[in-house]
């Protein structure tokens, strides 16, 4: 069992920036692949991005390419979601996720088995 609590969202103007972040307890965090998803008011919940469990692998929907980075601390318990650029379109609840088994290009929200409560980010215009 794995125990995920985001932080870091809020309100801010189109082009700017925040830095998620997703604490982990329980089982090895170094041990799973995370991923962050968001979810718009009326819309599915959608891939972000995910991070390889040590980290030497990233994959990101085509929405956040070159604006968002995902990183890890697998010492902390800790992986990060810096959203540079941002715009409205962005504003959703942001989630962060684990999952276990192998690394793969296309991730799904039923990849993964644990999830934090959400965060809400706004972005004005």
């Known amino acids: 069992q794995v125990q995920l609590e985001e932080s870091g969202g809020g309100l801010v103007q189109a082009g700017g920036s925040l830095r998620l972040s997703c604490a982990g307890s329980g089982r090895p965090f170094s041990s799973y692949i995370m991923g962050w998803f968001r979810q718009a008011p009326g819309k599915e919940r959608e891939f972000v991005g995910a991070?390889?469990?040590?980290?030497?692998?990233?994959e990101y929907a085509d929405s956040v390419k070159g604006r968002f980075t995902i990183s890890r601390d697998n010492v902390k318990g800790f992986h990060y979601l810096q959203m540079n650029s941002l715009k409205p379109e962005d504003t959703a609840v942001y989630y962060c996720?684990?999952?276990?088994?192998?690394?793969?290009?296309?991730?799904?929200?039923?990849?993964?088995?644990?999830w934090g409560q959400g965060t809400q980010v706004t972005v004005s215009s």
């Open positions: 996720a684990a999952a276990g088994g192998r690394w793969r290009q296309k991730w799904d929200p039923r990849d993964f088995a644990y």
């Open positions: 991070i390889h469990w040590s980290g030497s692998s990233t």
